[in-house]
């Protein structure tokens, strides 16, 4: 049975996106074990993995901490002592019988070539022959052993190394897997892979993160027995917001789907600074309670109350992977109930009410087919939220955005937005003119889908270019089935 690679951590050691290996995989059509693949064929795809590169600083994760400044993934990214120390116990096992294996190949091999050898002291002629070929073909082999093995053994101690810093997690029923770094608990690490798991409190209180380990070990953060019954722990139940990962770990948890709501919230939350990405937007920066982190989807918005009572539905242009962080656009001169506040700075520091989520302009983020998002004006907020979010997932063969009009040159979203296409092989970003024709437009859009007739199209903006480029779609003949939409007002 060949060694078997998620392609989460099979993309990890070949520094390629999940979603970049998913397309070379079927591209080459090669062989697959249900969604596994093996260390031969990802040495076959890509040869010259570069065995040497540091494994913790990953490229997906320096441009994720581009993309989210707020979060340094530099800083406790390693796990504590004595995971690391379990973790090393555990390798050291595997090194032992490994190398055990090894001496015992190694012995048999040499004992038959010995055998051999002494066979062809008898005379018999046919018998020298055989022998002879015999001695010729197992020599071979295991010179082509030795090389064979050198790169495979190197993946599999990078593949190690990797196991020892950081541990996977595959979710039951869907699937779905992701890494958990330093001590981040199983739900922390969870939301931060751009996954919905089900959670209330954060704290070990509520019990909405119970999920149930199939396999692997895990170690409490913090203390919640009550919260268990005794019959549910020894069940195998824990607390995903208030336990790590020890070893890779299989779990049985419940995930929002995209048809599920997620609860109604309302948070007291902080501005935290208003930056002004050019004369006519500002990205607003908000944070909420340690113990309140919002839950929303990439796509939504919610209701914004400032402290005068001024009221209004916001986009969320951050990624639903960081609750706590939101960020907010306002653009000026769209009649926004709270652009003065924004644009005169009288909205630092304020406490504001957050409610919601609502929306259902969202990622389908099961599929694994190319993505081409598009926005105008108040539109780039939830596609920035759709991007990141994308980003995060990595499950897209690619991954394209075009902003109409553009961003503020030299402001933080352009930065992000050419960070992204430097850093992401399977990214590509454009403007296009403030007045570019629906025609004009419509052809870069068949054009993508002409490529890859899948590709899903998000388009988000003021409501009458949303309608005049679905009038003109459709005048043309072109399939919009796999368009998403969203008039966006404010
Ligand atoms: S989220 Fe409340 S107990 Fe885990």
């Given at each position: 049975?060949?060694?078997?690679?998620?392609?989460?951590?099979?993309?990890?050691?070949?520094?390629?996106?999940?979603g970049?290996?998913?397309?070379?995989?079927?591209?080459?059509?090669?062989?697959?074990?249900?969604?596994?693949?093996s260390?031969?064929?990802?040495?076959?795809?890509?040869?010259?993995?570069?065995?040497?590169?540091?494994?913790?600083?990953e490229?997906?994760?320096?441009?994720?901490?581009?993309?989210?400044p707020?979060?340094?993934?530099?800083?406790?990214?390693?796990?504590?002592?004595?995971?690391?120390?379990?973790?090393?116990?555990?390798?050291?096992?595997?090194?032992?019988?490994?190398?055990?294996?090894?001496?015992s190949?190694?012995?048999?091999?040499?004992e038959?070539?010995?055998?051999?050898?002494?066979?062809?002291?008898?005379?018999?002629?046919?018998?020298?022959?055989?022998?002879?070929?015999?001695?010729?073909?197992?020599?071979?082999?295991?010179?082509?052993?030795?090389?064979?093995?050198?790169?495979?053994?190197r993946?599999?101690?990078?593949?190690?190394?990797?196991?020892?810093v950081?541990?996977?997690?595959?979710?039951?029923?869907?699937?779905?897997?992701?890494?958990?770094?330093?001590?981040?608990?199983?739900?922390?690490?969870?939301?931060?892979?751009?996954?919905?798991?089900?959670?209330?409190?954060?704290?070990?209180?509520?019990?909405?993160?119970?999920?149930?380990?199939?396999?692997?070990?895990?170690?409490?953060?913090?203390?919640?027995?009550?919260?268990?019954?005794?019959?549910?722990?020894?069940?195998?139940?824990?607390?995903?917001?208030?336990?790590?990962?020890?070893?890779?770990?299989?779990?049985?948890?419940?995930?929002?789907?995209?048809?599920?709501?997620?609860?109604?919230?309302?948070?007291?939350?902080?501005?935290?600074?208003?930056?002004?990405?050019?004369?006519?937007?500002?990205?607003?920066?908000?944070?909420?309670?340690?113990?309140?982190?919002?839950?929303?989807?990439?796509?939504?918005?919610?209701?914004?109350?400032?402290?005068?009572?001024?009221?209004?539905?916001?986009?969320?242009?951050?990624?639903?992977?960081?609750?706590?962080?939101?960020?907010?656009?306002?653009?000026?001169?769209?009649?926004?109930?709270?652009?003065?506040?924004?644009?005169?700075g009288?909205?630092?520091?304020?406490?504001?009410?957050?409610?919601?989520?609502?929306?259902?302009?969202?990622?389908?983020?099961?599929?694994?087919?190319?993505?081409?998002?598009?926005?105008?004006?108040?539109?780039?907020?939830?596609?920035?939220?759709?991007?990141?979010?994308?980003?995060?997932?990595?499950?897209?063969?690619?991954?394209?955005?075009?902003?109409?009009?553009?961003?503020?040159?030299?402001?933080?979203?352009?930065?992000?937005?050419?960070?992204?296409?430097?850093?992401?092989?399977?990214?590509?970003?454009?403007?296009?003119?403030?007045?570019?024709?629906?025609?004009?437009?419509?052809?870069?859009?068949?054009?993508?889908?002409?490529?890859?007739?899948?590709?899903q199209?998000?388009?988000?903006?003021?409501?009458?270019?949303?309608?005049?480029?679905?009038?003109?779609a459709?005048?043309?003949?072109?399939?919009?089935?796999?368009?998403?939409?969203?008039?966006?007002?404010?």
């Amino acid at each position: 049975m060949p060694q078997l690679l998620s392609l989460s951590r099979a993309a990890r050691l070949a520094d390629v996106s999940r979603g970049e290996l998913q397309k070379r995989i079927r591209k080459e059509r090669v062989e697959t074990f249900e969604g596994d693949i093996s260390l031969e064929t990802l040495l076959a795809l890509y040869p010259h993995i570069d065995m040497d590169e540091d494994p913790v600083l990953e490229r997906v994760q320096r441009i994720k901490a581009e993309a989210h400044p707020k979060r340094n993934y530099s800083d406790g990214w390693m796990p504590d002592p004595e995971i690391l120390m379990t973790r090393l116990h555990e390798f050291q096992h595997t090194l032992v019988h490994t190398k055990a294996a090894l001496n015992s190949s190694e012995a048999l091999l040499d004992e038959a070539v010995a055998d051999l050898k002494s066979a062809l002291e008898k005379p018999e002629q046919k018998l020298r022959q055989a022998v002879k070929k015999c001695i010729e073909k197992l020599d071979g082999a295991m010179g082509r052993l030795d090389k064979a093995s050198d790169a495979k053994a190197r993946l599999f101690a990078k593949d190690a190394l990797l196991k020892i810093v950081t541990a996977s997690i595959r979710l039951l029923p869907s699937g779905h897997e992701y890494f958990i770094q330093g001590n981040d608990s199983i739900l922390e690490a969870g939301l931060k892979a751009g996954l919905y798991l089900d959670y209330g409190c954060t704290s070990g209180n509520c019990g909405a993160c119970k999920c149930k380990v199939v396999s692997g070990a895990v170690r409490k953060l913090r203390q919640h027995d009550f919260v268990l019954s005794a019959k549910e722990q020894e069940e195998g139940y824990i607390l995903a917001c208030s336990n790590t990962a020890i070893s890779d770990l299989v779990i049985e948890a419940t995930e929002a789907s995209l048809s599920e709501q997620l609860p109604h919230q309302m948070i007291r939350a902080t501005v935290k600074k208003v930056v002004q990405e050019g004369p006519e937007l500002a990205l607003i920066h908000v944070q909420t309670p340690r113990t309140h982190s919002l839950r929303f989807k990439a796509g939504q918005r919610v209701k914004v109350t400032t402290e005068d009572g001024a009221s209004t539905e916001l986009y969320i242009a951050s990624c639903p992977c960081d609750g706590r962080n939101l960020q907010f656009l306002v653009f000026s001169g769209i009649g926004c109930p709270i652009e003065k506040h924004a644009f005169s700075g009288e909205l630092a520091k304020q406490t504001i009410v957050i409610e919601g989520p609502e929306g259902d302009f969202l990622l389908r983020e099961d599929s694994t087919r190319p993505v081409v998002f598009v926005a105008k004006g108040g539109g780039l907020a939830p596609v920035k939220s759709l991007t990141e979010q994308a980003i995060t997932i990595d499950d897209a063969e690619d991954i394209t955005l075009i902003l109409i009009g553009g961003t503020p040159p030299e402001s933080s979203l352009e930065n992000l937005c050419r960070s992204w296409k430097d850093a992401l092989d399977n990214f590509d970003y454009r403007s296009a003119a403030d007045d570019i024709s629906a025609m004009d437009l419509l052809a870069q859009l068949t054009m993508a889908m002409e490529e890859n007739p899948k590709t899903q199209v998000y388009l988000a903006g003021p409501e009458a270019w949303v309608n005049e480029l679905m009038k003109t779609a459709q005048g043309q003949g072109v399939n919009t089935e796999r368009w998403c939409m969203e008039s966006v007002g404010c």
